[in-house]
């Protein structure tokens, strides 16, 4: 049961830009500041010195460049060549692909949960389809007798079971389709000539999959959208499994390793006759 309970997401962490053109903005205002006081100074010193006055001593330092602030400012050049005023389409991919991976997590906390609840019924299976002798069946009859109130399946559970792989698959075939393009050079490129045309950035800006014309679409602040394909027609990107990769794979994870149907109902609930529990 604890495998079971145990869902692990390994998300990509992914940092916020720092805003290259505030440090660009600050570290030039310090120099022109200087530059200015200066300017200031040099002006008097022109003047006063025809006029045979002389101006404090060091007063020329609060003109001066510091190194510090020669250093900042030729780092904040050199950040600069790197920031994108419309946005990073990747990072603006990947946090919605991490948007919805939570979405689906939660979901399936829910199907954990509702499959728990039902998980009699994996017992009640077990010994019916092993029921070959009419005492056996009559073991069957016993059992559901004895303990038929608990065995019920209600219709509030089987809501809940089938609104969870409803919401499992839809946050996950976002996600899926988020990070196809995101992983896609040439894809994150066209995005981002999208904002660029637009004059927009990814900040005012909203994705979603459209699962009937298999395109990720994102939306401009001005209505405008532009989309990729994720089944072929663009940049190469083709997200799509069949049912048999799908069941072939699912098979193989530690999670359906750790699952009722997979443990048997006396491993799963009790930790007992776990002979053929799964081992990742």
Known sequence: MKQFLKIALVLASVSAQSNELDNLV???AAIVGKIDTASIMVGSAIGYSNQGFIS???LADSGKIT???LQAYNQA???ITAYNPYGDAQTFLENAADDELGLM???VDVFTEVVIDMVEVVKVNELAESASTPNEEAAVVDYVQTNFEQLQITEAEVQTYNQSLDDIEHH???AGAFLSVAANKDATNFLETGAANNNTTFDTANITF???QQYVKVSW???NATAVYVNGNNFGIDAYVTEADVLAYGQQTEFYGGSPTKMGYDCFVQQINCEHNYEP
């Open 26 to 28: 600050n570290t030039s």
């Open 56 to 58: 404090p001593q060091g």
């Open 67 to 69: 190194q510090e602030e």
């Open 77 to 79: 050049l050199t950040g």
């Open 105 to 107: 997590h939660e979901a």
């Open 172 to 174: 996950s075939t976002n």
């Open 210 to 212: 459209d699962a009937n």
């Open 221 to 223: 602040s001005n209505q």
